[in-house]
């Protein structure tokens, strides 16, 4: 027999994960047998275990390499830094710091949001610090993550569009440098371009991409002060609702 569990929130009944399929709350503080499911009235909210622990100061380090990359990129384009091996390997190296930073801050995040409002996100702490590093699927599944948080901690504000203004330029920017470069190398092999030509526009066309990845690493940094300020404000009516109790 399948190990069959019922949530005891949204009444599914589940197999063998840890966590409802259709709410997200885990096995741990909303599973019951299928037979001790309750079929009438509301169910007792469940009650997330844990403590809050401000994600701020990660968000901090995080904004700072993501500035930092910013930076780099835009003076390396601009021919304000040395090209070559080191420039590279710094760049690569911000990247990698931006990238952990900010995995380690969202994980942060999603492991607040059920003390926060008593919801569950789809994804766990760990999955969602995985997700984040992974290149190219990151694009897709960070956005989801986020706003799904700020839709969470914050029902009436516009985090949609705030997470779309961060995403949309840093996704069109990775892919325009990359097939940008693609289709001016096959118009220099094949002719149809001079190589002083080809390479002004190369250049134009990547200072361009540049400029839009620095506004979206802005908007990115933006997003996170929203995510940090709405989290304190929770935090907040989470601690004096408690102190009325008592």
Do not use: H
């Amino acid at each position: 027999m399948a190990d069959m569990w019922a949530c005891s929130q949204c009444r599914s009944i589940n197999t063998g994960k840890d966590r409802c399929y259709k709410c997200r709350s885990p096995r741990s503080v909303a599973g019951v047998a299928p037979t001790e499911l309750p079929t009438i009235g509301p169910a007792a909210a469940v009650v997330p275990t844990g403590r809050y622990r401000s994600a701020a100061f990660r968000g901090v380090i995080a904004s700072v390499f993501v500035v930092a990359l910013t930076i780099a990129s835009v003076m390396a384009v601009g021919a304000l830094l040395p090209s070559g091996t080191e420039m590279t390997i710094a760049i690569i190296g911000l990247i990698v710091a931006s990238l952990a930073t900010f995995a380690a801050w969202l994980s942060r995040v999603v492991d607040n949001v059920p003390l926060l409002t008593g919801r569950f996100p789809r994804a766990t702490p760990r999955m969602t610090f995985v997700q984040a590093l992974i290149p190219v699927y990151n694009f897709r599944w960070i956005p989801s993550i986020l706003r799904e948080v700020l839709r969470m901690l914050d029902p009436r504000g516009n985090g949609d569009a705030l997470v779309a203004a961060a995403i949309l330029p840093l996704i069109i920017a990775a892919v325009g440098i990359n097939v940008g470069k693609q289709l001016l190398r096959a118009a220099f092999v094949t002719g149809n371009i001079t190589p002083r030509r080809a390479f002004e526009i190369e250049i134009t066309f990547v200072q361009a991409m540049v400029g839009l990845l620095a506004v979206g690493a802005i908007m990115l940094v933006a997003v996170m002060v929203r995510v940090e300020r709405v989290s304190a404000a929770r935090a907040r009516d989470v601690r004096e609702a408690l102190e009325d109790a008592l």
